[in-house]
């Protein structure tokens, strides 16, 4: 036996085994003797189509095969199935439709309570989340009390990448460990901007922020 309805390829083996193909690709595979079977018309439901619903051990719902353009092969197939052993189910086609209902609003409701725990799980992230910015504000604010704010430009060479600062803080400590050569023969550069490594005038340079204590060290930097 093969019947195609749709996407699926109903194949039999021995009259014992049903296979249902898509694309070459087996998507279930059951013995028939063990399939319960419920086949509905349209004029006994609210459907347009026919279809047959399986339920097979291993099955974790009903499978519904149905076809909008179906020329007989659902009857077919149903017939097939029966003269083979599948069990018919008494249960009318609405309440087959109604257990597929019921389980489509199970999965919505699954789908939904999912959904809310992922949010409250970011809401929860989000506060942890502020809550550590909080103390690293705080933090900061510690560190930087009673410093003085210092700004400096720092220059990056765009050729060879060397770094070096424009700076009018000789005066404080271990600030950065900026291309060996002393500020004040930085600052004696004539033109800032050109790299002391390579002398390329093509460079890049941005503020940063110091936060000197009154001995004179850095407590704090921000670029
Ligand atoms: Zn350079």
Redesign the pocket.
Known sequence: MEITIGKFMYQSIDDEVLTIMKKDKEVYRMNIREIEITFYQPEATFSRVPGVYFVAPGMNSAYLCTNRKDKGEIRRLHDYLVQYGAKEIIMGAMKAGMAQHSSDIQKKQEEKALLKQQKEEEKKQLKLERGKQAAIRLEKQRRRSGCKEKTEEKYR??????IWYSNSMDRAKNVHNALSMSTYAINQMRDISR??????G??KHHTVRYWIDKKGNCMDREE
């Open positions: 060479c765009t050729v060879c990448g060397a790299c002391p490594k390579c002398g390329s093509a460079s």
